[in-house]
Structures are given as structure tokens and as C-alpha cells.
């Protein structure tokens, strides 16, 4: 088992790639702690995951919210002990064109995306400098690295994981601390559910491997990149898009 006794936590773990890594972390050993904003569905999704035998437990957290994301960590932290494993994943998008952007939206999703990955790893971290060690994993996209039509506000807030990522792989690295992102291309969720045809088989036939994503994709790059097989990577941003942008 390849996360044996770490303790996870999760944010976004009640839907689409959160979940599925969820279950794949709890299979590989891990106490996996869901975190998300939705608790109907988290709590029944953790529930129908204990029924399998996984040890994992939901709480309900908002990342935007500094207190609640503060509470949410301490009841982890109560439940299962100091948390070695963040996987920064919650995340909404609001696409418009930019003449059509509103200011609501605009910082709606920056809050998610990007303040929520702030709060979260700030106040993970006392646990991981007291365990002297930790592997942090944040979700930016490949919307962040290249770009796309109609999402000024998700691209510029996928680039400042980039950007988070690689400053505290350098501030955290000597603390025994991995910080990596993993840049997801478009992947088979309820994201990517609402995003026009039109634009879907645009962008499978830009895809080199001629599919979309699936979750497990995803759950497998976070996977190997909380594991003890990638102690030597730091600070990279691993896409895991098919291919679709080189
Ligand atoms: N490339 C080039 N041109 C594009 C385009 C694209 N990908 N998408 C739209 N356009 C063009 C349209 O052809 C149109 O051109 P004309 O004015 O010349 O006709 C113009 O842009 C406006 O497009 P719409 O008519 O669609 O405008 P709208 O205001 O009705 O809708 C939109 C705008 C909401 C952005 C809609 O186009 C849309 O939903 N696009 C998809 C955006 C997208 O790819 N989102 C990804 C979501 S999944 C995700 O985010 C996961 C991840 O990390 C990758
Ligand atoms: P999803 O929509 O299926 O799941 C996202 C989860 O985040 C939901 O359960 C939602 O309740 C939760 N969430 C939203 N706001 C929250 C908040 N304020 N506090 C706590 N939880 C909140 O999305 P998906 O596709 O599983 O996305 C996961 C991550 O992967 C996101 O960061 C997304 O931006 C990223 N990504 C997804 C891609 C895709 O094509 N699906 C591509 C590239 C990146």
C-alpha cells in the first residue's frame, strides 16, 4: 500500500476528481479526511465509502472562508492526528467572454481557486512542520498554463497556483515539505458536463490521445505525487492532459 497510515486530506472531495481520489487514496492505506462545501452529498459519499471499509470521514468546509476552513483542519486533526498529505483540489469555474466577465464572477472564482488553496496549505502547515515532513499537492489546469476562451478569471487563478506552488516548494522544501501542482487538461466531471458540444469535440480533437479525461487520471498523478515514490520532485507541475497542449 502505497500511502499506508497518512493521514489525507482532501479538498473538493465530494464530487467528480476529489472523490475519486478519495476512494483511491483510502484503498492505497491513507485516513482520508473529505472536505467540501456540499455536505449532503460528501456525507453520502464518505458514507458509501466506509461501506466498502475505507477509513474515511467527511466535514463540511467552505475554502473561501478562513474560520471555516481553520475549524475544518482542527476537527481533522482531532479525528485522525497531524495531516501529511493536502490535496488542494476544490475549484469552480464561472466562464464568460471578457467583455461579458462580471466583477461578482471575476472574484467568486478567484476566492475558490485561489484563496481557498492559501487558506487551506496555511493552516495544514503547522501539522506537516510538526511532523518534519509533508507532501502538498495543488490543482491548477491547463486553462492556467495556456490559457482559454472564456475564462479570464479561472486561467488567472489556475496560473497563480503555478505560482503559490513553486514559492512554497522553495520556502517549504528544507522543512521536509513537497510542494508539486498537477495541471489537469479536460476531464469527464460535472466541470466539464456544463461546457457547450461544440467546444467538447473541439478540444478532443486537439487531444493527441483522442479522449477526455477520466478521474482516475487525475487520481493517480495526485496519488503518485503523495506517495514516498516521488520524494525527490518538487516544485513541477506535472500535466496530465493527453497531450493536448505541448
Ligand atoms: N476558441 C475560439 N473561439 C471561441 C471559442 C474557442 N474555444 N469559444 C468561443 N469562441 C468564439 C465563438 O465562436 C464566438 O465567436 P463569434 O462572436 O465570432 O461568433 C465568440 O467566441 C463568443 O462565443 P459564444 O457565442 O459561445 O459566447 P457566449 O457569451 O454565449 O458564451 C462562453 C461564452 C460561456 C465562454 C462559452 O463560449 C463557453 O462556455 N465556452 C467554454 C469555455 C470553456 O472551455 N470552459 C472550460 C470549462 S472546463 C474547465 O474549466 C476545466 C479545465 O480546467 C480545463
Ligand atoms: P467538480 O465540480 O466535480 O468538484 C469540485 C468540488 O469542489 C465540488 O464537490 C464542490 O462542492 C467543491 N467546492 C466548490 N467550491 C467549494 C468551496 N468554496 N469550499 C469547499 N468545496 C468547494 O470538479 P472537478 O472536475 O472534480 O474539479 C476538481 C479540481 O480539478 C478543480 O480544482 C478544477 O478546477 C480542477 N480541474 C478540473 C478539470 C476538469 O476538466 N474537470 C480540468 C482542470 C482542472
Redesign the pocket.
Known amino acids: 500500500m502505497r500511502l499506508k497510515d497518512k493521514v489525507a486530506l482532501i ?10 481520489a478519495a476512494e483511491l487514496f483510502a484503498k492505497e492505506g491513507a485516513k482520508v479526511a473529505m ?4 455536505a449532503e ?2 456525507e453520502k459519499r464518505a458514507g458509501e465509502l466506509r461501506e466498502k471499509g475505507y477509513e474515511v470521514t467527511f466535514f463540511q ?5 478562513r474560520s ?1 476552513v481553520d475549524k475544518m483542519v482542527g476537527k481533522v486533526r482531532d479525528t485522525y492526528g497531524n495531516i501529511g498529505v493536502l490535496i ?6 464561472r466562464d464568460a467572454m471578457l467583455s461579458k466577465m462580471s466583477v461578482e464572477d471575476f472574484r467568486a472564482v478567484m ?3 485561489l484563496t ?1 488553496v492559501f487558506h487551506c496549505t496555511q493552516a495544514v502547515l503547522p501539522s506537516m512542520i510538526e511532523n518534519g515532513k509533508g507532501k502538498i499537492i495543488n ?6 498554463i495556456y490559457g482559454n476562451v472564456g475564462q479570464t478569471n ?1 486561467a488567472a ?2 496560473a497563480g497556483v503555478v505560482g503559490m506552488t513553486k514559492t512554497w516548494a522553495k520556502e517549504l522544501g528544507r522543512k521536509g515539505i513537497n510542494v508539486n501542482a ?11 458536463a456544463v461546457v457547450p458540444e461544440k467546444i467538447i469535440d473541439q478540444m478532443k480533437q486537439m487531444i493527441p490521445l483522442a479522449r ?2 477520466k ?1 482516475e487520471d ?1 487520481a493517480n498523478a495526485y496519488l503518485f505525487l503523495a506517495s514516498d515514490e516521488s520524494n525527490y520532485i518538487n516544485g513541477t507541475v506535472l500535466q496530465v ?1 493527453g497531450g493536448i497542449m505541448m
Do not use: C, Q, R
Open positions: 479538498t473538493g472531495a465530494a464530487n467528480g476528481i476529489g472523490l475519486t472536505a467540501d462545501f456540499n452529498i460528501g468546509v467552505n475554502v473561501t472562508d471555516s488542494n483540489n476544490a475549484g469552480i469555474t476566492d475558490v481557486n481557498g490543482t491548477s489546469s491547463v486553462s492556467g479561472y487563478s489556475k498537477v495541471a489537469p487538461g479536460f476531464i469527464e466531471t460535472g466541470m466539464t477526455l479525461g478521474p487525475i492532459d
